[in-house]
Structure formats: structure tokens, C-alpha cells
């Protein structure tokens, strides 16, 4: 079971960018994948995840209504939109899978996990 994330970069205030994650060894309809993120010298925490039964997506209130998750069960890649992206979310981000139809933005229910793709927000 592997996980790779890509698309991270540095960009500016304001700015969009589109994270991937491919996961490889199951499939999307079996596993929930979450988004988590982590800044320097703070705890690692959930953004956004979506379930492999219906698609329903979960999104943090710290990014509601800028970042949207996605999936594409074809190429079992789920993406993370983040628009007008700010220094706060300057940080790592990491995606993990669950093993359960509903997702968690908790990052002890994860049952694999990613190497994460950084992200800095220049002002």
C-alpha cells in the first residue's frame, strides 16, 4: 500500500494550488483518504477527507470554504483544491488512508500514510 503526494510549491498570498495524492495496493472504493497538514513546531491535523462509499466530503472549518477535496476513482488519485491560500497554511501536507467507509480528519485512525509534499504561502 503506498500513497504519494505531489503539488506542492511556493506561491503567494492569494494564490491556488492543487494537491494530489495516488495511492497504489487498494483501490478508492475501500478506503476513506484524508488530507492532513502540520507547520513547523505544531501538531500534525486534519483538513479534508472523503469517504469510498458515496464520495462525501469533510471539510475543517479552519479551511472551509477556500480548500474542496476530490477523487478520481479511474486513476485512484484524490485531490485537494486550496484557493486564496494564506501564510497560516504554509505547512507539510500529508495524505493517509482509513480502512473504513467513513472518513476522520483524526489523524489516529489513519491506517497508512504518505510522505508529505510542502507547502509555503509567501505575504
Known amino acids: 500500500v503506498q500513497l504519494q503526494a505531489s503539488g506542492g510549491g511556493l506561491v503567494q498570498l492569494g494564490s491556488s494550488l492543487r494537491l494530489s495524492c495516488v495511492v497504489s495496493?487498494?483501490?478508492?472504493?475501500?478506503?476513506?483518504i484524508s488530507w492532513f497538514r502540520q507547520a513547523q513546531g505544531k501538531d500534525r491535523k486534519g483538513v479534508s477527507c472523503?469517504?469510498?462509499?458515496?464520495?462525501?466530503?469533510s471539510i475543517g472549518r479552519s479551511v472551509k470554504g477556500r480548500f474542496a477535496i476530490s477523487r478520481d476513482n479511474a486513476t485512484n488519485t484524490v485531490y485537494l483544491r486550496m484557493n486564496n491560500l494564506d501564510p497560516e497554511d504554509t505547512a507539510t501536507y500529508y495524505c493517509?488512508?482509513?480502512?473504513?467507509?467513513?472518513?476522520?480528519?483524526?489523524?489516529?485512525?489513519?491506517?497508512?500514510w504518505g510522505k508529505g509534499t510542502e507547502v509555503t504561502v509567501s505575504s
Open positions: 472523503i469517504s469510498f462509499s458515496d464520495g462525501t466530503p
Open positions: 493517509a488512508a482509513r480502512g473504513r467507509k467513513d472518513c476522520s480528519l483524526y489523524r489516529y485512525y489513519m491506517d497508512y
Open positions: 495496493g487498494f483501490t478508492l472504493d475501500s478506503y476513506a
